[in-house]
C-alpha cells in the first residue's frame, strides 16, 4: 500500500497542474531572443526603413524620432504603462499593481517565463508602435511635439487597448482573436497616422512636387530587419518554444513573401517597372496583415492573406495619396492600418477548421461558427479604430497647445529639421 501511495505521489508532483508554474529554461530561452528580435525591429529596423524613405535633409530627424521614443515608451512602460495593461483591473484598464514593476523580482513568473521578461518583451511591442507612426508626419513636426504626443498617446491609446485585448479585457472576454497586435499595433497606430496626417497638414509642395526617397539601399536594408525582426514579433507571441511558434513565423514569412511578390507584380503592371520600394513596401503589408492571424491559420491561409494584404494596400496606398491627398507620408495608414483591418478580418475566416487546405487552429469556440468569429472581429476593428481615431484627435490638440503649435515654421520645412532641429546633417559629401 505504501508503495501504491508513493507512485501516486510521484505522478501527481510531474502532473503539468502541479508543474504549470515552473520556470521552463526552453521558453525562456527563446522569449529572451524573441524580445531581442522585436526590439531589433525598431532599432535599426524601421528607423532605417523610415530614414531611407524621406528626403536627406531630414534623414537624421527620423532617426532621431525612433530612437527618442524607444526611450521614452521604455520608462513609461515601466512606470505606468505595464501595469495599466497587463494588471488585474477592470474590462476598460488594469489596476496599479506594477507601478514601478513593484512586486517583481527574479522569482516571479508569468506563466512558465519569468515576468521581468514577459514585461520587457511586451515593451519593446509598446516601442514600436508609437514608433510607426512617425511615419505619418515626418519632415513637418517639431521634436518637442514628437516627444509630448507620442508618450500621451502611449498611454491614453496603445494601454488601454492592450489591456482591452491582452490584459484580460472586454474584447478577451469576447472572444477576439489578435495574435501578436492587428488591433493592439498595426490598427491603432495606422488610424493615428491617418488623423495626424490630416490634422497637420501636407509637406510643403505635396502633391505638386516629387518626394522621392532619398536613399533606397538603407529602406532595404531597415526591410531586410524588419523582415527577420517579426519572427520574434509573432512568433514570440506564443509565449513559449513550441508548435505554435513554429507555425507562426512560417505563416509570417511566408504572408511577407506573398505580399512582396503581389505588391510588385500588380506594380509592375500599373507602371511598366518594378521598383524596390513596392517589394518592400508589399513584405511589410504582408507582415503586417498576418500579425493578428499567425497564431490561427496555417499556410495556406497565409499565401491568400499574404497576396491580398499586397494587392489591397497598393490600392489603399495610391488612394489616399493620390485620390484624397492625404499626406500620410511614409504610407503608414494604407500599410500598416488597411492591413491590421484586413488581417484581423481574415483570421475570422481562416482560424476555421473546416476549409479544407485552407484550415487554421480554429477559434477556441466548441460552438463558434465563421460568422459569430467575424462579428466579434469586427467589434475589435471598429472600437480599436473609434477609439483610436477620437483620442489621437485630442490628443493633437493638446499637444498643439502645449507646444505652442505642432508642426515647424514654413522655414524650417523647407531648409530641412536635420539643421534646423538638431543643428547635424546626415551627410557630410
Not at 6 to 30: E, K, M, R, Y
Not at 66 to 87: D, H, K, M, Q, V
Not at 264 to 276: D, I, R, T
Not at 304 to 318: D, E, K, Q, R, Y
Request: glycine residues 14%; neutral net charge; proline residues 3%.
Amino acid at each position: 500500500m505504501k508503495t501504491i501511495v508513493s507512485a501516486l505521489a510521484l505522478l501527481a508532483c510531474s502532473s503539468p497542474v502541479f508543474a504549470q508554474d515552473a520556470l521552463n529554461g526552453g521558453n525562456t530561452a527563446w522569449i529572451l531572443t524573441a524580445t531581442a528580435l522585436v526590439l531589433f525591429m525598431t532599432l535599426p529596423g524601421l528607423s532605417l526603413f523610415y530614414a531611407g524613405l524621406v528626403r536627406s535633409k531630414n534623414v537624421l530627424s527620423v532617426l532621431v524620432q525612433c530612437f527618442a521614443i524607444a526611450c521614452i515608451a521604455s520608462i513609461l512602460w515601466l512606470a505606468l504603462g505595464y501595469s495599466l495593461a497587463f494588471t488585474e483591473g477592470n474590462n476598460w484598464i488594469g489596476g496599479f499593481g506594477r507601478v514601478m514593476f513593484s512586486g517583481m523580482g527574479t522569482e516571479s513568473l508569468s506563466g512558465d517565463i519569468p515576468e521581468p521578461l514577459f514585461a520587457l518583451f511586451q515593451m519593446t511591442f509598446a516601442v514600436i508602435t508609437p514608433a510607426l507612426i512617425v511615419g505619418a508626419f515626418a519632415e513637418r513636426m517639431k521634436f518637442s511635439s514628437v516627444l509630448i504626443f507620442s508618450a500621451l498617446w502611449l498611454l491614453v491609446v496603445y494601454v488601454p487597448i492592450c489591456h482591452w485585448v491582452w490584459g484580460g479585457g472586454w474584447l478577451a472576454d469576447m472572444g477576439l482573436l489578435d495574435f501578436a497586435g492587428g488591433t493592439v499595433v498595426h490598427i491603432t497606430a495606422g488610424v493615428a497616422a491617418l488623423v495626424t496626417a490630416m490634422m497637420i497638414g501636407n509637406r510643403r509642395g505635396f502633391p505638386e512636387s516629387p518626394m522621392p526617397p532619398h536613399n533606397m539601399t538603407m529602406t532595404v536594408t531597415g526591410a531586410g530587419m524588419l523582415w527577420v525582426g517579426w519572427f520574434g514579433f509573432n512568433g514570440g507571441s506564443a509565449l513559449a518554444a513550441g508548435g505554435a511558434a513554429a507555425m507562426a513565423m512560417l505563416v509570417t514569412h511566408l504572408s511577407a513573401a506573398a505580399g512582396a511578390l503581389a505588391w510588385m507584380v500588380v506594380e509592375w503592371k500599373k507602371f511598366g517597372k518594378p521598383s524596390a520600394l513596392g517589394i518592400v513596401t508589399g513584405m511589410v503589408a504582408g507582415l503586417g496583415t498576418i500579425t493578428p492571424a499567425s497564431g490561427s491559420v496555417g499556410p495556406a491561409a497565409a499565401i491568400v492573406i499574404g497576396l491580398t494584404a499586397g494587392v489591397v494596400c497598393f490600392i489603399a496606398t495610391h488612394w489616399i495619396k493620390r485620390g484624397l491627398k492625404i499626406d500620410d507620408s511614409l504610407d503608414v495608414f494604407p500599410v500598416h492600418g488597411v492591413g491590421g483591418i484586413l488581417g484581423t478580418l481574415m483570421v475570422g475566416i481562416f482560424a476555421s477548421t473546416e476549409l479544407g487546405i485552407f484550415s487554421g487552429l480554429g477559434f477556441g469556440g466548441d460552438n463558434t461558427s465563421i460568422g459569430q468569429q467575424l462579428g466579434v472581429q469586427f467589434v475589435g476593428v471598429l472600437s480599436t479604430a473609434v477609439y483610436t481615431a477620437v483620442v489621437t484627435f485630442v490628443l493633437v490638440k493638446l499637444t498643439g497647445v502645449l507646444t505652442g503649435g505642432i508642426r515647424v515654421s514654413a522655414e524650417e520645412e523647407t531648409q530641412g529639421l536635420d539643421i534646423t532641429l538638431h543643428e547635424e546633417v546626415g551627410y557630410k559629401l
